[in-house]
Structures are given as structure tokens and as C-alpha cells.
């Protein structure tokens, strides 16, 4: 044993392992050599079969137009950069598993030699990293490879004057991005649509969380009488699909024909002292505005009245009592215990609404298709980003890649507030 110890270099059998498998067979572990060096030959064999081709496609993007297609090439130069990526991760871990291995060799410690002590090591003590490996890599090729065609394309020229394989795309830089800030027909569109989604954003999640909260906690009250009853009146909204809710809205808010200007307001108009006119919900920006926040209230509460109602069951009534007892009137019990426990547990999922009514396309496109009038750079004046990202990727001007440059400038806002409003509230931190 000692001999063997002596006789176990750890630097040699570290450079040997530069070459896949050969550092596994000098430590004595002729399968996990066998499997290295296994799927080091079929990189190479990938790389020379048209990897390789793919890796410099990505750089030129094509050279001959009608032959090459551009977008093809940078998805498939995409795909063989994530697989290039992948094989240079297990380059690394095989190294520091030889000399891993090594070490303990040279500590006297004992290893995994054949095949069956090897497999049985992975089921043992790798089962969790076996457990997780197909969730991992259907992530990188459902998300991460997405996102990465779709970065790529933000620094390209891709929009109608480049359509391919009739022209070919070409890398622009950053170029794009200056537009949207620095070009005034992109930067005035870009920070008046922004400022509407921040707006609609805040007003319609809040009105939505609001009136969740509100009619959760009333409905939770003792001397509500038929609270069952209430309790299916407030999940309707939720139970019709959005779409037709939507498209249902649209046609009430209609100017000449809808219910609220032929119907509602009417009916208002009886009582003393109110004289209201016809309103101008679908052609007026600001009313239109309105509108649709009112409606995501709508189709919003329901969600948040059916968590809000598990929650209020689950605070102890002696903390009321309690509270009853110390003089507290409705309105500090409620700020004090009820609003608490419910951000307790309820602030991740009020994080997710602001964020996903930040990306709602939906809403704005079929309640009014973004509009009315418009903003420039083909956006309406009731356009989000993203139902602005759907106009230029379908008008008849296509600007792929001004598009993509704006989804990630909205990716990085959601990704940037949404880890700051987690790590302010600590809404994930599990620990007492």
C-alpha cells in the first residue's frame, strides 16, 4: 500500500487528463476512462462533421445571399456554442476528477475501480445530481438557448431590409440600443410606452391586489350572512376564460353601442344633480386607459381573494381577541395583524402579478389593440413593451432585431426589480 502511494503522481496524471479519460486510466478506473475519453472523441467527431462550420457561421453569418441563410446559421451557431460551452464544463470537471482521485489515491483512501463500484457510486451518492440533470439540461435548451438566439439578434441588423436568404444579416454592435435611447424617433416612443407600462402596471396590479384583499376579508367577516354564496359570486371572474372576459369589455366599453355609454351611464344620469355625457372609452387614450386598468381589477381579484381567504383562516382568532381586548378599533387590527400575516405570506405571489401585468399582452391587445392613435415608432397610445415588441415583429416594417434589443431591456427591469423587491422583503428567506 505504501508503495502504491509512492508510486502516485499528481501532477502527471493532472496533465494527462487534458486529454479526456487518460487521467482516469492511470488512477486505475478503466470505465470512467473509457466513457471520458468516449465522449471526448464524439466532440471532435461533431466539431469535424460540421461543429466546427457551425462555430464560424455564427461569427460571419453567411457571405453568399439566396445560399446562405442567415438566421439559420446563427441559430445553429447558437446551438453548437451551448454544446461547445457544455463539453468545455465537463473538460474541467474531468480534470479535477483525476486529480481528485489522485489525491485520495495518494492518501491510501480507497476508490471506484470497475464498472459496478462506479455506477453503484453514481446511484448513491450522484442521485441527486442524476435527479436534477433532465430538468437541467431541458432548461438550457428550452430557456437558455431562446434567450440567447434572441440576444444574439439584438446585435444584429435583422429587420425588413434584411430579410434572409435573400439578404444576409449582419452584426451591428450595440447599435440598436443607442437608437433606443439616443435616436429621437425610437426614444420618444421607447420612454412613452415605457411610462405607460410602468403606470398600467402599478395601477392595475395594485387595484386588482386591493379589491382581492377587500373582498377576501369582508367575506371572512362573522356577521356576513350567505358568505358561501359571495364567495362564487367573487370567483366568476376567474372562472370565464380572459379571453372572452376581454373581448366581452371591449364591446360594453364600445362609444357609440356599448352598455356603459347606451345603459349605465343613463341610468346614473337619473339621479339628483349628475348629468354625465357620453364617454369616449375606446377612442380617447386616457379613457381608454382607464378602461382597461378597470377590467384588470376585474379579472385580476379573483386570484388574489381565493389566497387571501387561506390565509385569513389560518391567523388565530385569540390575536382579534386579544387585540379587542388592548382597545385596538377594526382598522388597527386589521393594519396590524391581518395586513402582516397576509404580505407575510402572500408578497412573492403579489410580486409575481406586477411583474406578469408588466408582460400582459393580452389586456392591452384584445381590448383595444393598443391604440387609440399612436406614439410613433408603430406603438399605440395604450401599447406596452411587449404588445409593442408583437407590432414590430408583424407590421409591415419588421424590426427583429429592435425588438429583441427591447425584450431584453425588459427582461433585465423585471429580473433587476423583482431581486431587489425579494431581497427588501425577504420573501424567500425560509429561516426563523
Known amino acids: ?31 470512467k476512462g473509457i466513457v ?36 439559420f446559421i446563427l441559430i445553429q451557431g447558437t446551438l453548437q456554442l451551448i454544446i461547445t460551452i457544455l463539453f468545455f464544463i465537463f473538460y474541467g470537471l474531468n480534470v479535477l476528477d483525476a486529480k481528485r482521485v489522485a489525491v485520495q489515491r495518494k492518501e ?6 470497475t464498472m459496478k463500484e462506479v455506477i453503484h457510486n ?39 431590409k434584411h430579410i434572409p436568404p435573400a439578404s444576409l444579416i ?43 384583499i377587500f373582498t377576501a376579508v369582508i367575506a371572512h367577516q362573522k356577521f356576513i350572512k350567505f358568505r358561501r354564496v359571495f364567495g362564487i359570486i367573487f370567483l366568476l ?21 356599448g352598455a356603459i355609454n347606451t345603459q349605465v351611464i343613463p341610468f346614473i344620469n337619473q339621479l339628483p344633480f349628475v348629468d354625465i355625457g357620453a364617454i369616449s372609452w375606446k377612442t380617447d387614450p386616457y379613457w381608454t386607459k382607464v378602461a382597461i386598468i378597470m377590467v384588470q381589477g376585474w379579472l385580476g381579484f379573483p386570484y388574489i381573494y381565493v389566497m387571501v381567504t387561506g390565509i385569513l383562516q389560518s391567523i388565530s382568532e385569540d390575536l382579534y381577541e386579544a387585540a ?39 389586456m392591452i391587445y384584445l381590448f383595444n389593440n393598443g391604440g387609440p392613435g399612436s406614439v410613433g415608432g408603430g406603438a399605440g397610445s395604450t401599447d406596452i413593451l411587449i404588445s409593442w415588441i408583437y407590432k414590430l415583429t408583424t407590421g409591415t416594417s419588421p424590426q427583429y432585431s429592435m425588438a429583441s434589443a427591447i425584450t431584453l431591456i425588459i427582461s433585465a427591469i423585471v429580473i433587476c426589480v423583482s431581486l431587489l423587491v425579494f431581497k427588501k422583503t425577504n420573501a424567500f428567506n425560509m429561516e426563523d
Request: glycine share 6%; charged share 10%; net charge neutral.
Open 324 to 362: 379587542k381586548i388592548d382597545g385596538a378599533n377594526a382598522w388597527k387590527r386589521f393594519s396590524n395583524i391581518t395586513l402582516p400575516a397576509v404580505f407575510l405570506v402572500a408578497a412573492p405571489t403579489f410580486i409575481t402579478q406586477y411583474t406578469g401585468n408588466f408582460n400582459n399582452f393580452s
Open 170 to 212: 449582419d452584426w451591428i454592435g450595440a447599435k440598436n440600443f443607442f437608437s433606443i435611447f439616443f435616436l429621437s424617433s425610437y426614444r420618444n416612443t421607447f420612454f412613452s410606452v415605457f411610462t405607460w407600462t410602468v403606470i398600467w402596471t402599478l395601477c392595475a396590479t395594485t387595484l386588482q391586489i386591493t379589491l382581492g
Open 237 to 257: 371572474p376567474w372562472a370565464v376564460p380572459a379571453f372572452i372576459t376581454i373581448m366581452s369589455f371591449s364591446n360594453i366599453f364600445n362609444d357609440s353601442v
Open 108 to 113: 491510501g483512501k480507497k476508490i471506484n475501480r
Open 1 to 31: 500500500m505504501e508503495d502504491e502511494k509512492n508510486k502516485v503522481n499528481v501532477k502527471k496524471i493532472t496533465l494527462l487528463s487534458l486529454i479526456p479519460g487518460l487521467g482516469q486510466f492511470a488512477n486505475g478506473q478503466t470505465f
Open 36 to 71: 471520458f475519453i468516449g465522449l471526448f472523441l464524439a466532440f471532435i467527431l461533431q466539431l469535424f462533421l460540421g461543429g466546427f462550420h457551425s462555430l464560424v457561421g455564427l461569427v460571419t453569418l453567411g457571405s453568399v445571399p439566396m445560399e446562405d441563410h442567415s438566421l
Open 122 to 160: 453514481i446511484g448513491d451518492e450522484g442521485f441527486p445530481y442524476l435527479l436534477t440533470l433532465p430538468a437541467y439540461l431541458l432548461m438550457i435548451f428550452t430557456i437558455i438557448f431562446p434567450v440567447l438566439v434572441t440576444l444574439f439578434t439584438a446585435f444584429t441588423n435583422y429587420d425588413f
